[in-house]
C-alpha cells in the first residue's frame, strides 16, 4: 500500500504564492510519475502537473509559467510551487503517484485564492 499526504494549502489573494508538499509513505518502487491535480467545485478533476522518474515535467496550459513541479529523490517528497495565482486555481488539489500503472491518491488539500 501507499499511503499519500498533502500538506500547505490554504487561503491566498490573488497574485499571491503558496507551495504545497505531498509526502509519500509505503511500498514505493518502481514508480512512473509524481504530481498535481485539482478539482474545482462543479467540474472534473483535472491535471496540473507531472514529473516522471526520469525529470520530465508536463503543465497544463492554464498554469505554465506560473506553476513549478519538483522532487526531491532522497526523500521521495514532491512540491508544487504555485505563483501568480487567481481566483480560477481555487480548488482541492490532490497529489498522486503512478507505479506500475497504478494510481494512488492523497486525500486533497484546499486552495482558495480570493481577495
Known amino acids: 500500500q501507499v499511503h499519500l499526504v498533502e500538506s500547505g494549502g490554504g487561503l491566498v489573494q490573488p497574485g499571491g504564492s503558496l507551495r504545497l508538499s505531498c509526502a509519500a509513505s509505503?511500498?514505493?518502487?518502481?514508480?512512473?510519475?509524481v504530481g498535481w491535480y485539482r478539482q474545482a467545485p462543479g467540474k472534473q478533476r483535472e491535471m496540473v502537473a507531472l514529473i516522471t522518474n526520469e525529470g520530465s515535467t508536463t503543465y497544463a496550459d492554464s498554469v505554465k509559467g506560473r506553476f513549478t513541479i519538483s522532487r526531491v529523490a532522497v526523500t521521495g517528497a514532491w512540491y508544487l510551487q504555485m505563483n501568480s495565482l487567481k481566483p480560477e486555481d481555487t480548488a482541492v488539489y490532490y497529489c498522486?503517484?503512478?507505479?506500475?500503472?497504478?494510481?494512488?491518491w492523497g486525500e486533497g488539500t484546499l486552495v482558495t485564492v480570493s481577495s
Open positions: 498522486n503517484l503512478r507505479q506500475i500503472g497504478i494510481n494512488y
Open positions: 509505503g511500498s514505493i518502487f518502481g514508480i512512473n510519475s
